[in-house]
């Protein structure tokens, strides 16, 4: 059974701080890995997805890495702001169209 | 691209009632998902159907159960509700896994 930790559960940083984002899997055996933020209330919203074949992603001040003989993703944040604050999830996604298991989340706070 | 899109945004049962949440799947998007989110937890896999068939089920009872149909919509029911089902109740669609997972805003559902 895939179990996702994120750590850490909630982190409050000053705007400007580049920040690292954790999320960790049982399972080795991952097609992709994919990265939602959410606001409070809402939906998610992809930010990144690493498919398998690749190592990281990078989509503006965003860099996602994927480690997966160590079982580790890390989402890096640059130069924080105040939007940036919401709860961050990480999803692993195997093949096969089977479950996709979600991390409990970090909730970042970006203080101005 | 018209995204996913969930109705109703919110909804108040009572204990006992039955309750039918509607999605609209990204055109072209062959696979849907639905995941049940309590308040600070990650999204909890309910199930997921594959051009119109069930082809994954999470810990869920039989009294929540879905539909997809031929248009890329989906329905979920859920039977008997019960206090601890109140939640947000998240959709998802995909082309394919390798592509990620596109959510839809949610629905709030309140069983009182």
């Known amino acids: 059974k895939q179990e996702v930790t994120q750590i850490p559960a909630a982190l409050s940083v000053p705007e400007g701080e580049n920040l690292v984002l954790n999320c960790s899997f049982t399972?080795?055996?991952?097609?992709?890995l994919q990265w939602f933020r959410q606001d409070p209330g809402k939906g998610l919203t992809s930010l990144l997805l690493?498919?398998?074949?690749?190592r990281e992603q990078t989509s503006g001040r965003l860099n996602a890495s994927l480690d997966k003989s160590s079982g580790r993703s890390t989402l890096y944040i640059a130069a924080s702001q105040p939007g940036d604050s919401a709860t961050y999830l990480c999803?692993?996604?195997?093949?096969?169209?089977?479950?996709?298991?979600f991390g409990t989340g970090t909730k970042l706070q970006v203080i101005p | 691209e018209t995204g996913v899109t969930q109705s109703p945004t919110h909804l108040i049962k009572t204990r006992g009632q039955q309750v039918t949440l509607r999605c609209s799947s990204q055109s072209g998007h062959n696979t849907v998902s639905w995941y049940q989110q309590a308040l600070g937890q990650g999204p909890q896999f309910i199930f997921q159907?594959?051009?119109?068939?069930?082809?994954g089920r999470g810990n869920f009872p039989p009294r929540f159960s879905g539909l997809q149909f031929p248009n890329y919509s989906s329905e979920l029911n859920v039977n008997a509700l019960e206090l601890d089902d109140s939640a947000l109740y998240l959709c998802?669609?995909?082309?394919?896994?390798?592509?990620?997972?596109?959510f839809g805003s949610g629905t709030r559902l309140t069983v009182v």
């Open positions: 399972d080795s055996a991952i097609y992709n």
């Open positions: 690493i498919q398998s074949s690749q």
């Open positions: 159907y594959y051009r119109e068939e069930e082809n």
């Open positions: 999803a692993v996604i195997p093949g096969g169209y089977q479950k996709v298991t």
């Open positions: 998802a669609s995909s082309l394919d896994s390798s592509y990620g997972y596109t």
